[in-house]
């Protein structure tokens, strides 16, 4: 089994380019998942830590700056959906409750911008609220690097091993 997994790895970096390209390649990864498009950056930050386990640092702090990057993107095209809907319409959005609750937390609500689903829509949300932009920005941080440690080292300590 620990050799399937080692030729898996050894393919899907091969793939992917990691070892070549590494961080750069990291870091596009994550800024495109955190934004609506349906895409993970986890296996790429998995990948790139089994070939060099010295990388789970940089590869999660890297991570942890594109998927913010991208959040923050998310946000300003939030910003910029209001503002359309606002001039089409001459009158402001409604507010149900969902957004009512995301107005009562402000900027922490930015702290679930991990969750898989609903983590993204959250931060074109918290621009369509013109919540404070460094505040969300900051806690999306806190969140996303978060998951990228503990979903790093569960997947390291599922699949464990020699690194390929």
């Not at 918290?126 to 999306?140: N, Q, T």
Request: charge should be positive; include cysteine; charged fraction near 10%.
């Amino acid at each position: 089994m620990e050799a399937y997994l080692e030729s898996l790895i050894h393919g899907l970096l091969a793939l992917a380019a990691l070892p070549a390209v590494g961080l750069p390649a990291l870091f596009l990864i994550a800024l495109v998942s955190a934004t609506l498009l349906p895409m993970g950056s986890e296996p790429a930050v998995f990948l790139l830590v089994k070939a060099d386990a010295s990388m789970f640092w940089p590869a999660v702090l890297v991570a942890t700056l594109g998927n913010t990057a991208g959040g923050a993107i998310s946000w300003w095209m939030g910003r910029g959906a209001v503002l359309a809907y606002e001039s089409r319409l001459k009158s402001k959005p409604p507010n149900p409750r969902a957004l009512a609750w995301l107005q009562q937390f402000g900027a922490k609500a930015c702290l679930l911008s991990w969750l898989p689903v609903v983590g993204d829509p959250l931060c074109a949300v918290a621009g369509w609220l013109r919540l404070p932009f460094w505040p969300c920005v900051a806690y999306m941080a806190v969140g996303k690097f978060c998951r990228y440690v503990l979903m790093t080292v569960a997947l390291v300590w599922v699949f464990p091993g020699a690194s390929p």
